[in-house]
T-cell receptor
Framework: GAVVSQHPSWVICKSGTSVKIECRSL??????MFWYRQFPKQSLMLMAT?????????EQGVEKDKFLINHASLTLSTLTVTSAHPEDSSFYIC???????????????FGPGTRLTVL | RKEVEQDPGPFNVPEGATVAFNCTYS??????FFWYRQDCRKEPKLLMS???SGNEDGRFTAQLNRASQYISLLIRDSKLSDSATYLC?????????????FGTGTRLQVFP
């Protein structure tokens, strides 16, 4: 149980285009989903926290108009990278909080990640 | 100063060796602590939680020293399959939300 999926698993796009990444909790509901970014040889960095039905909370330095997050249901959150540029190329990983899946408030279930390459 | 700091690594050890990873965290208000494992180009997976009393899961032993803000992971009898990056993770509560803060990870390579 507690499986999180992401789609697509990888994407290559041209500079200036927008890319949408989906994060789904498959067998549980999640009131909170998190979006992380990981550059090569670096740590996972939290980009934003999204709560179902409300606006996402962005970490310092993350542009909310560039990284649009929608958390319309308890099982789906989307991240749209708008007007992507080569420096946005990274590994984007989502997670869902495990409270409603029987985990603690500090439990997060991670998706498999989406590798974005912007040419 | 980084919120979570780890040994730089990489650690290259032979099969059967015992290896220890260290981690320090800067915020004394941190509430819970974990070790995650991340394989190349994959998502992190929870290895174990870390408790003040110390805890063991098979070949893995984790320790937490709150006074020193120090966390450790000991792997005994290393296997080839233990090769991965080990992430020290600290949980912080912000309002009603828990946030995980990740260290940069320590890479372990076990060789035959």
């Amino acid at each position: 149980g507690a499986v999180v999926s992401q789609h697509p698993s990888w994407v290559i796009c041209k500079s200036g285009t927008s890319v949408k990444i989906e994060c789904r909790s498959l067998d549980f509901q999640a009131t909170t989903m998190f979006w992380y970014r990981q550059f090569p040889k670096q740590s996972l960095m939290l980009m934003a926290t999204s709560n179902e039905g409300s606006k996402a909370t962005y970490e310092q330095g993350v542009e909310k108009d560039k990284f649009l997050i929608n958390h319309a249901s308890l099982t789906l959150s989307t991240l749209t990278v708008t007007s992507a540029h080569p420096e946005d190329s990274s590994f984007y990983i989502c997670s869902a909080d495990g409270l409603l899946a029987g985990g603690g408030t500090d439990t997060q279930y991670f998706g498999p990640g989406t590798r974005l390459t912007v040419l | 100063r980084k919120e979570v700091e780890q040994d730089p690594g990489p650690f290259n050890v032979p099969e059967g060796a015992t290896v220890a990873f260290n981690c320090t965290y800067s915020n004394s208000a941190s509430q819970s602590f974990f070790w995650y494992r991340q394989d190349c180009r994959k998502e992190p997976k929870l290895l174990m939680s870390v408790y003040s009393s110390g805890n063991e899961d098979g070949r893995f032993t984790a320790q937490l020293n709150r006074a020193s803000q120090y966390i450790s992971l000991l792997i005994r009898d290393s296997k080839l399959s233990d090769s991965a990056t080990y992430l020290c993770v600290v949980n912080m509560r912000h309002g009603n939300t828990d946030k995980l803060i990740f260290g940069t990870g320590t890479r372990l390579q076990v060789f035959p």
